[in-house]
């Protein structure tokens, strides 16, 4: 990696930021399996992130403080990361929410006796609280 050009310095709106060669978030995600890109070192998700910052609206420095294993420039990358390919990681995050919704679903009409002992308990815990149920239409 010795060969790749240090990055460039863009201002906007009084703010300088690095922009990244490809080669360098390399540096930053694991895109080993195309279908799964993480943080390097981390057990960490790009859909993680992307949910709080998309769905969440927080921004980098309230991204740092909700992942407190991971640096500024790893959260500078995934945000890199996704502005430059917005619309493709965009679909990925719907298909990801979809994906977890359905699995969340499946999960509640599973009903085996560690389940049922599991929402037993929470009732008698919890008796004010609504129970842990299917979603309504």
Known sequence: MGDIAPPSVVAESGAAYLVASSQELTEYLDFSDPDAIRLRGHRIWIEDILYE???GGLNAE???TRFPTLTQADIYAVLL?????QASLDRRLEDWLLHSQRAWVAQQRSSTPVIEKLRRL???RNPTTPSMSLPTA
């Open 53 to 55: 910052h998309v769905y």
């Open 62 to 64: 309230q991204l740092a």
């Open 122 to 124: 929470h009732a008698e």
């Open 81 to 85: 990361y996704y502005y430059r390919h």
